[in-house]
């Protein structure tokens, strides 16, 4: 875990909201793209070679699809998928170990805390029926809004009834959280896990977020202990 130090750190006003991000930040989705690489036909070792590599040339996940099945459409590849008994998706088993127990941190300070993230519909019962410890869940396709959207980072800290400045958005992807949450006006911390935690690099960006984790384990005690500052 590294915390950096500078400036804009140290003058960030006192945070008030919590927004967090869904895939790589609470659920790990090796295993959703696992599971999409077994109905495709793919080795699963290919697939995500094959994911990590377009990342890096600044594609995105649909170019995996297309790449192994032309013409992909996935509103009919997901509706085969279920009426096959193999619906996407995520549940339990996806929740990544620290996420519980980060959310519950946060909240028992007395802070605001959300679920924000681009996910289709369907994700806000699967969210719903992790039984997380958050006071909002925010799914793009029912808000009408996705990341990187200035008005999807709007919507967070009016939910929350907060200035933007004293919102810290937490996510994993430098393109879709780090850069649009910063020019918003948020305070951000970046989660380096995940494919795009991994792949994607902006120094610049890295050193203006209040803070940079490899993990949300330390997350309630770093947000506690800069709430407490002078």
Known sequence: ???????????????????LDVGETLINEGEIYGRWADWLGVPRHTFLA?????????????????HFRPGFDLAAEERARAEAGVPNGFGPDDLYPDARACLSGL???????????????EAAGQLAALG???????ISE??????????????????????PDRVLYVGDRIDNDVRPALAFGM???FLRRGPWGHIQDDPDALRRCLFV???????PKLVAMHNAEP
């Open 1 to 19: 875990m590294t915390v950096p130090g500078g400036g804009a750190a140290e003058a960030a006003p006192v945070i008030e909201a919590v927004f």
């Open 50 to 66: 094959k994911l990590g590599a377009v990342l890096a040339t600044g594609g995105s996940h649909m170019d995996v699809f297309a």
């Open 107 to 121: 909240r028992d300070q007395g802070l605001y805390v959300g679920i924000a993230g681009n996910q289709p519909v």
């Open 132 to 138: 997380l410890d958050a006071d909002v869940v925010g």
């Open 142 to 163: 029912v808000w009408g809004v996705s990341k990187p959207a200035p008005e999807f980072f709007a919507r967070c800290a009016e939910i929350a009834d907060v200035p």
């Open 187 to 189: 305070q951000v911390a």
């Open 213 to 219: 984790l490899d993990d949300l384990a330390a997350l």
